[in-house]
C-alpha cells in the first residue's frame, strides 16, 4: 500500500487562494475515484470535493463556485484548487483516492493531511 502525499497548505488570508496536490509515493496503476475531505477543531470530517472516475463531480454547498477538484493522469496527481477562501474554510484537508495497483487490487487510501489557516 502507498503513501498518499499532500502539499499546499498554509496560511492565507481572506479571499487568497491555495492548491493543494495529494500525489501516492509508489507506483500504482491508476487513480480511480477521487475526494478531499476536511475536518476542523470540534467537527467532524466533511466531504469537500469528489470526482468519480467517469467524471462526475460533487461539492459541499459551501465550496461550490470556488474550489475545483482536478487531476494530472500523467503525474497520478490530483489536486484541489481553492480560491476566494473564507475564515471558515480552516481545517485540516485529506485527500482520498481509490487507487488501482499494477496487479488489479483496488484499495481506499488517505493522506496524512495538510493544514489550511485562512486568516488576516
Known amino acids: 500500500q502507498v503513501q498518499l502525499v499532500e502539499s499546499g497548505g498554509g496560511l492565507v488570508q481572506p479571499g487568497g487562494s491555495l492548491r493543494l496536490s495529494c500525489a501516492p509515493s509508489g507506483s500504482i496503476f491508476s487513480i480511480n475515484d477521487m475526494a478531499w475531505y476536511r475536518q476542523a477543531p470540534g467537527k467532524q470530517r466533511e466531504l469537500v470535493a469528489a470526482k468519480t472516475s467517469g467524471g462526475s463531480t460533487n461539492y459541499a454547498d459551501s465550496v461550490k463556485g470556488r474550489f475545483t477538484i482536478s487531476r494530472d493522469n500523467a503525474k497520478n496527481t490530483v489536486y484541489l484548487q481553492m480560491n476566494s477562501l473564507k475564515p471558515e474554510d480552516t481545517a485540516v484537508y485529506y485527500c482520498?483516492?481509490?487507487?488501482?495497483?499494477?496487479?488489479?487490487?483496488?484499495?481506499?487510501?488517505w493522506g496524512q493531511g495538510t493544514q489550511v489557516t485562512v486568516s488576516s
Open positions: 482520498k483516492l481509490r487507487i488501482r495497483t499494477i496487479g488489479g487490487l483496488s484499495y481506499d487510501d
